[in-house]
């Protein structure tokens, strides 16, 4: 199988170990990839958000797959050009994409199939925005209601805050606080058929114990030794298979990889968001521990045949990545930087470049994710940890408590 890859991100060099690792697949080819993939793929200077760019090189390529990691390649119709040119792709049409391209969207689809989620309002103006704030109370959740890689979203008690986010966004989704830990789902469907993969948990938050500006993710674990049994089923039943539903009646079905974002609240899972792809970098733990091949998966989520695919296989054990960030993250980072101890196995590229001279520099707010497996969570959190400690990189920074609550069993659920 030949396979090409969109994205140049640490999700993409995540998923890029993965595809290269199926023994079905016999070449790999990214776009634009970085120097982490390079390590495992042929590289193109293919933008991967311009839909006949990459449907001509699918074509050229003869490729069998096209995997699409990011979300802006979704939203703009790469998959629909694509598969319009006989090629399967895994990720939704632009249509489906809107589950993640629009707030408002997801909340309509949401109602529509009766999730379990947050009352919320659309807000287009100050007025409308206070009113909504005012409802909810404190904290307040404003929601851009675009794509904002991850960074769209504030949660907070200053409602001055709050309102200068909203009157930075424009259109945005205010919503109720909802209190619980959270839950990362990523689902691998066909339109019908479903297939859950383990579930994960990320940390938004810059600082230790939560604290800081959101950001696209600082890190991540898998699996979640706290989680309610029956989780999973639950959230397949009330949650994953009401909304397929729903998209196929609107006639536009979803295929690719259904992200659920969750809140354990005291009444039950509730949805934060949906997104249209891999979390980043939750992908990085959750692959970590597959064991199934990955591209024989996704090619059958892409082509219709997932119900004939048999079940998942994953490994013993755990995962913990944690994000090495470049100084000034999230408001303004730095790059350029010259960055050594970043060639070991397990840390994963997600913003680093190459110089004319071969040296690697950092280009990205998010730099690497050093990801590492143990026998339990403890010893995979020591084992990132002493990937990070190898990595040099000048003015950066990371959490220093990623999974620590898990490990020390103090994550409760309320009620």
Not at 80 to 90: L, N
């Amino acid at each position: 199988m030949r396979v090409l890859l969109l994205g140049g991100g640490g999700r993409e060099h995540a998923l890029a170990l993965g595809l290269a690792a199926d023994p079905a697949v016999d070449q790999l080819i990214a776009a634009p990839g970085n120097p982490g993939i390079a390590g495992v793929a042929e590289l193109r200077s293919v933008d991967p958000a311009d839909p006949a760019a990459v449907a001509a090189l699918a074509v050229e390529t003869g490729v069998d797959l096209v995997v699409i990691g990011p979300e802006a390649p979704l939203v703009a119709g790469v998959a629909d050009a694509v598969r319009a040119k006989g090629t399967p792709a895994f990720g939704p049409s632009a249509e489906a994409a809107r589950l993640e391209g629009s707030k408002t969207f997801a909340k309509d689809v949401m109602t529509a199939a009766g999730v379990p989620t947050a009352r919320a309002y659309t807000c287009t103006d100050a007025e409308s925005t206070a009113r909504a704030l005012d409802e909810f109370g404190a904290p307040y959740v404003v929601k851009n209601d675009g794509l904002a890689a991850g960074k769209g979203v504030v949660v907070t008690d200053d409602r001055a805050a709050a309102l200068r986010h909203a009157e930075e966004c424009g259109r945005v989704v205010v919503e109720e606080y909802l209190a619980g830990p959270e839950v990362s789902l990523f689902v691998v469907t066909d339109g019908e058929a479903a297939v859950p993969l383990l579930p994960a948990q990320d940390f938004k938050r810059v600082g230790d114990g939560d604290t800081g500006p959101n950001t696209g993710g600082m890190g991540a674990y898998a699996p979640l030794p706290w989680a309610p049994p029956g989780l999973v089923d639950e959230v397949m039943r009330d949650v994953v298979h009401p909304t397929l539903a729903e998209m196929a009646r609107r006639g536009t079905p979803f295929a690719g990889l259904l992200y659920v974002g969750l809140a354990i609240t005291a009444d039950g899972p509730r949805v934060i968001e949906f997104n249209a792809r891999f979390g980043d970098p939750e992908t990085q733990v959750v692959l970590a521990l597959l064991e199934t091949p990955l591209a024989g998966l996704l090619h059958a989520a892409a082509t219709g045949t997932l119900a004939g695919h048999p079940p998942l296989r994953w490994r013993d054990g755990a995962a913990v990545t944690v994000v090495v960030a470049a100084e000034g993250y999230p408001a303004a980072p730095r790059t350029g930087d010259v960055i050594s101890g970043a060639e070991c196995p397990g840390v994963i590229h997600a913003g680093t470049r190459r110089d004319a001279d071969g040296a690697l520099l950092s280009s990205g707010g998010r730099v690497l994710c050093a990801t590492a497996t143990g026998a339990d969570l403890a010893a995979a959190r020591d084992a990132a940890y002493a990937l990070v400690a190898g990595v040099e990189l000048a003015g950066s920074h990371h959490r220093t408590d990623i999974a620590a609550a898990a490990v020390e069993g103090r994550i409760t659920i309320p009620g």
